[in-house]
């Protein structure tokens, strides 16, 4: 079965920690997304990925990096510069990027939480 | 310019009933309106879709209503069921996503 698969589900960050959340796809899907996801806020987007090598800042990539060195694989980090990194996190993946209407599959997410 | 505001927040319907949740967006350059249905602990999933060339769509029982003049478009759900509680999201598009706040729906038996 092709789709999205994001781990851990539950993660939880000690102050001054970096943390990593896996997200691999094998739907052959050229962009890759990630997006945060708080109550009452919708979904905003962290990073994208167009193609494999290259990556784009969101609306709210301060505290956060990634890498795009497979296709298949889009790991997100949550640095210690997030202040308030405890929210549910969503990769996302789509054919093509950069163009509209191309419809976007959600993994299952993580959810980060403060220790 | 980029926003897309949704309403209402929250919505308790009959089973039977008609769910109707509403968004609206200012960027004229949007062309492309998904709605997402997310249960809890899930990722959004893609309901339905529409283009502005049309003014509705409809899949079984959902429909989406699309008023490109007044840059408002809405889901309504007919016959809603219990299955169907969640959150709904709208989302607008040239090439990035915007999506909206997002609508818990209940519905009761």
């Known amino acids: 079965d092709g789709g999205i698969t994001q781990s851990p589900k539950y993660l939880f960050r000690k102050e001054g920690q970096n943390v990593t959340l896996s997200c691999e796809q094998n739907?052959?899907?050229?962009?890759m997304y990630w997006y945060r996801q708080d109550p009452g806020q919708g979904l905003r987007l962290i990073y994208y990925?167009?193609?494999?090598?290259?990556?784009q800042k969101g609306d709210i990539a301060e505290g956060y990096s990634v890498s795009r060195e497979k296709k298949e694989s889009f790991p997100l980090t949550v640095t210690s510069a997030q202040k308030n990194p405890t929210a549910f996190y969503l990769c996302?993946?789509?054919?093509?990027?950069?163009?509209?209407?191309?419809?976007?599959?959600f993994g299952d997410g993580t959810r980060l939480s403060i220790l | 310019q980029q926003q897309v505001k949704q309403s209402p927040q929250s919505l308790i319907v009959q089973k039977g009933g008609i769910s109707i949740i509403n968004c609206a967006y200012e960027?004229?350059?949007?062309?492309?309106f998904p709605w997402y249905q997310q249960f809890p602990g899930k990722g959004p999933a893609l309901l339905i879709a529409?283009?502005?060339?049309?003014s509705e769509k409809k899949e079984g029982r959902f429909t989406i209503s699309f008023n490109k003049s007044a840059k408002q478009f809405s889901l309504h759900i007919m016959d809603s069921q219990p299955g169907d509680s969640a959150t709904y999201f709208c989302?607008?598009?040239?090439?990035?996503?915007?999506f909206g706040t997002g609508t818990r729906l209940q519905v009761f038996p």
């Open positions: 996302a993946s789509s054919f093509q990027g950069g163009r509209s209407g191309q419809p976007q599959h």
């Open positions: 739907l052959n899907h050229d962009a």
């Open positions: 990925s167009q193609i494999v090598n290259d990556f």
């Open positions: 960027n004229t350059a949007f062309d492309y």
């Open positions: 529409i283009r502005p060339d049309v």
């Open positions: 989302a607008a598009s040239t090439d990035k996503l915007i």
